[in-house]
């Protein structure tokens, strides 16, 4: 199966979700899956033994209105771009803004998505226009995956969706069951 | 679930009337589950309607909640009605489903309760989203006593709800806080005003779309003019909504004799120019940028002017009431 990783950077992994979609990419690589990260930081970092490629999506500079917008958001035109030229069975986005940018051009034939989303706090869901909605939105539109039951309590009071449970640490086969799932309706 | 006659009658029922807002719904049962009032001291009341369609938000863990339904698809005059008549509770604190009471809020409400009082809260945006209120974003804030008595914060006895026949279902969406204060305080009761008692009110981000939307959707509030005449008082220069609505006008005059008198003209629209920019001038925080957003949000703003503006005039003259 050809998987593209959505996330923001992709470097020396200081970030907490860049470490989990490494590892991720390396276990998904290892089981024979074709694996393509892509991301817009300026720090690329591919070691030649992860069998994971790396694309970079590019992304002008965030001007200063979007600071009230969701997170990374200007990243969405080149992110869709580079779906477009490849050919990926699913797209699994770790920043809701991927995941909201690829779900809201699902007319363009992108491939379906997995969304690891954040344990949902009201603080955070209102800190930004338009998140809650966009949140909203993907959860209508992609598979929405929590590390644990807790945050899934807590997505399912204020997103009113269920998502699915899967810690970062589970085995391969249950990821590849998502994907599956997801490439197959 | 109905109230049935053997349960105990809590002090206070706050009642709150929703409409497709599940998730701001959602935070504003969290804050009642915090309370710092007892829970066997007061009870909580949301009112849909019955053309609302799922997924429905629950109750938090421990609150116990009493969901109500209108038929059809009815407005928050009805809910509200549904939602008092349902409780024996001799206090009644209404709140929308867009807000999130402060903790203490029902126990500075219950100090402050008497039989002949009605009680305004204190409301502001939401600290969480204040950042969010600029452009086109709205948002509500009562600072002191306020003689449109919007009902995001307000607590009435029982008795005086009952005396009025609660709230006026002839107001559809707009103005129906209003006449219910002003009918109450008519019967002799007084107001009063609770600054303790504060309720955070969402940041609404809006589009254009959405803001055009907004502008429209107050047909009823020229009836509260037409019932009540003394609050033409509390309007600018006892005609205008708003003093945005005036200077727009005066702009607007600008505009027609722009060709017999262009130096008049300019000089008529500055007011209207510096009432939206002020903010950005005046702001501890200023700077060329925020100045910039103001002057990219002018156009905009005075769209959505120039249609509330027409709406509120269409729907005063369907109610005989010039107000512009």
């Known amino acids: 199966m050809r998987i593209a990783l959505l996330h923001p950077t992709y470097g020396f992994g200081l970030d907490a979700s860049e470490a989990v979609v490494r590892s991720l ?24 033994s992860d069998r994971v490629d790396v694309i970079h999506a590019p992304r002008p500079p965030a001007w200063g209105t979007l600071r009230f917008y969701e997170d990374h958001l200007e990243r969405a035109p080149g992110l869709v771009w580079s779906l ?24 363009l034939a992108l491939p379906p998505v997995a969304f690891s989303a954040p344990t949902l706090d009201r603080a955070w869901l209102v800190s930004r226009h338009y998140r809650l909605e966009m949140m909203k939105s993907v959860a209508r539109r992609s598979a929405c995956l929590v590390p644990d039951a807790e945050a899934a309590d807590r997505f399912e009071r204020y997103i009113l969706r269920r998502p699915q449970v899967l810690a970062p640490s589970d085995p391969v086969d249950r990821w590849e069951e998502v994907y599956q799932g997801l490439t197959s309706g | ?39 066997d001291r007061f009870e909580v009341i949301v009112v849909r309607s019955a053309a609302q369609e799922g997924p429905f938000t629950a109750a938090p863990a421990g609150l116990d909640v009493r969901f109500l339904t209108t038929p059809g698809s009815s407005g928050p005059t009805d809910k509200r009605n549904l939602g008092w008549r349902s409780t024996r509770a001799p206090l009644i604190a209404f709140t929308d489903d867009d807000c999130r009471p402060q903790t203490d809020w029902l126990e500075r409400l219950a100090e ?78 007084t107001a009063r005003y609770i600054g303790d008692a504060v309720v955070d009110h969402c940041v609404v981000s809006r589009s254009l779309t959405d803001a055009l939307r907004d502008a429209v959707a107050w047909p009823t509030f020229p009836l509260v003019l037409s019932k009540h005449p003394e609050q033409r008082q509390y309007l600018y220069l006892s005609v205008f ?6 200077l727009l006008y005066l702009a607007l005059a600008g505009v027609a004799l722009r060709r017999r008198a262009p130096r008049f003209a300019f000089l008529a629209a500055m007011p209207y120019i510096h009432h939206h920019l002020r903010g950005a001038l005046v702001d501890e925080n200023r700077s060329v940028r925020m100045l910039a957003r103001s002057v990219a949000h002018l156009a905009p703003r005075l769209l959505v002017d120039l249609v509330e503006s027409a709406a509120t005039l269409a729907s005063g003259a369907t109610h005989r009431v010039f107000v512009a």
């Open chain 1, 25 to 48: 990419a390396q276990r998904l690589a290892q089981a024979n899956h074709h694996v393509t990260v892509i991301s817009s930081g300026p720090d690329q970092l591919r070691q030649p």
């Open chain 1, 84 to 107: 477009l030229r490849s050919d990926f069975h699913v797209a699994h986005a770790f920043a809701l803004a991927d995941a909201w940018a690829v779900t809201a051009s699902r007319r």
């Open chain 2, 1 to 39: 679930m109905a109230c049935d006659a053997t349960d105990p009658i809590p002090e206070i029922a706050v009642v709150i009337p929703t409409h497709n807002r599940e998730t701001r719904l959602a935070f504003a049962l969290d804050a009642l589950a915090e309370q710092t009032m007892a829970r």
């Open chain 2, 112 to 189: 402050a309760a008497d039989d002949e009082t009605l009680l305004q809260g204190r409301t502001q945006p939401d600290p969480d989203e204040a950042h969010l209120l600029r452009g086109l974003a709205r948002s509500q804030s009562v600072t002191g006593p306020n003689p449109w008595y919007p009902a995001c914060n307000l607590a009435y006895p029982r008795k005086l709800l009952e005396a009025v026949g609660g709230l006026d279902e002839a107001y559809s969406f707009g103005g129906e806080d209003t006449d219910l204060a002003l009918r109450v305080l008519s019967t002799g009761a």
């Open chain 2, 241 to 246: 909504r708003n003093e945005a609505h005036a």
